[in-house]
């Protein structure tokens, strides 16, 4: 067979196995498609089928196949994080900044501190988890961090499954999840400062400065069908020079989508694209993240690393929205409904820790544990959030 036919007969396995197990497994409730997705992709990687039958992976995934599917996956997720750059809606979170900036601040923050105590202890278990190119502190707040994110794309998308997305409590959590998104992408750019590429950073980010001042008045001039296409070029120049600065070409791709209004754009066709980027290019993405897992150290050790940092990921995220809870004095059982939600991990995580991989910052190893933290926290979303909201569903018609 040449390249062609053996890329459409990997294609032809990473839409149809996950879609199969999906609909005739009737997932939905417990694992929507996205996360059975993630799970075919590591089942059909290295770690499972290409250890059991080492053959078909050499076969199907040669480096040729694999380097075609990585153009894919790279475009994907581009196009996906700047939507959801776009989607941060900044003036709502500062007329709420009060009530948005503790709530964040403390979903955030108390993960990340719990998250961060769990990387000195596997720092302190073995070495091996930490990258060639890591210092430790990188090491440390990379883990604790993905321990912190909320995955606002998929958020949105299990709150749509819930039905509150557009109801007032949806809205609020909709602010405290974008204000973390900034954090997040603002740490990450923090981790990945090289000092021997210091000017380059800040040269970069001095021009995206002045070309976001120009794009933007650009983008107020043209019709909506123009600003499509001036979107990708934008995100296209932005992810590039954003990787040769040394910051990684998704950090540009968020700022691409966050100096874009999304008032520009007709959210009907906004929330289309979303959803045919998921379906159509995202599978690819996954796939290429289950190719990255690793269980070298061994499958109980990096599975135990993994419930460790479910248990401090889910732990903080709780404790944190509590705090603020008490702090703004919501009602009973608002606030679990809430940290259960903003604990969601699954793509953004995902993206996260691709990029601490690339960059050498943690191992394989440490990216399988991560995967497992992030899948089986997405799990436990809708299976424990559904039953409280039925339990308060005045809570879903309260103003915001």
Known sequence: MNTTEIFLIAMTLIFSVPYLIWRLGNTDYWAPLVVVQIIAGIVLGPGVLGAVFPDYYRFVFNPQVIGALNGIAWWAVMVFVMIAGVELDLKKMWEYRRESGITASLALGVP????????????????????????????????????????????????????????????????????????????????LLDWDRVGRQLLFLFGFAIASYLFRRLMRKIPERDRWYAAFIWLSACSYFADWSGLHFMVGAFLAGMVMDGAWFDQDDMDKLRHFVLMMLMPVFFLSTGLRTNWQLGGVAVFGAGLLLLLVSVGGKMAGIHAAGKILKWEQGEASIIGWLLQTKALIMIIFANVLLDKNIITNQTFTALLVMAVLSTMLTVPVVAPKLQKMKQLIFRTS
Do not use: N
């Open 112 to 191: 990340m501190v719990f998250g961060s105590a769990a990387a000195l202890f596997l720092l302190w278990h073995s070495s091996a988890w930490m990258g060639p190119k890591a210092q430790g502190w990188q090491f440390v707040l990379g883990v604790g961090m993905s321990c912190a994110v909320t995955a606002l794309p998929i958020l949105i998308l299990l709150m749509e499954k819930l039905a509150i997305l557009r109801q007032p409590i949806g809205q609020r959590i909709l602010r405290y999840a974008s204000l973390d998104d900034v954090a997040i992408w603002g740490v990450l750019a923090l981790i």
